[in-house]
């Protein structure tokens, strides 16, 4: 989360105005992430919403998301929920972008999770894949490798001659056919500090907007690049075994899936490797932001693959 647009007193109140959920106590921008403006805000009747403002997506792209976070919650699952106004509307327009109110679920961020949540996220993950099965909606993935691929021509100039090779033969890896694997809709940033804990239970998921359809085990090796991480970008053997096995209670994965797992390693280690270097070159000036390194997952890319420079 990150505060591109500034908000000031009157904006949120005169927001608030078309809401049933109470007038404006405080609000307070939130530090973190790269791509929308968030907001904490306290109303009248104690309680605690998110705002935020989408700074890339247009309005009509949005529902998909508030769709699947609204599909999951009635499934039971903790996910934000979006608030609707006194005309059912949930997305209102400020300064000039798209914006919503959604509800703040409980729990904290854990920057270093003890094994017994780390396999309570792996348990809540498989969940969602099985509850997206029979969500009607679908939205491509939008960061696939063909949107890695055009992404790194805008900034390759930047590199170095031997990062740009290593990156060109990872896409020539990458292209190869792939067998038929099960899929649905994946979270695609299910990092740790888009996860809340309460206690060693999760509390719920969070930041849904990179959700898209996609195989399963795509969005696996996303969280084990991240949850299953030594400090060299090497995979934590043990870490990796207790978040597949507490996967497979509720989601048995196939062998394909487990064959097909050192590929989408590197596939997900080059998503989030070339959308940080795009953020670290081309980045948005915003009023509080923490901007992640690109260099981790060159790191991770390596260990993978086995290539040196």
Known sequence: MAVYTSLDTKDIEILLSNFDIGTLEKFTGISGGITNSNFFIDTSKKLRYILTIFEEHQAGELSFYFNFMAHLSFKGFSCPNPIHDQKNQIIHI???????????????????????????????????????????????????????KATFHTFSQYLDSSTREFILKQFDYLSTDLPSLPSGIIHADLFRDNVLFNGNEVGGFIDFYYACNDYFIYDLAIVINDWCIEFDGGINEQRKKILLDAYNKTRQLNSNELNSLDFFLILAAMRFLISRYHDSFLQKEAEMSNPKDPLFFLEIIKHRSGLKF
């Open 94 to 148: 400020l300064k000039n972008k798209p914006a919503a109110f959604l509800s703040k679920i409980p729990g904290i961020v854990v920057e270093d999770p003890n094994e017994s949540q780390l396999a309570s996220m792996a348990e809540n993950l498989a969940k969602m894949h099985m509850f997206s099965l029979d969500f009607k909606e679908n939205k491509p993935n939008g960061r696939n490798l063909g949107w890695m």
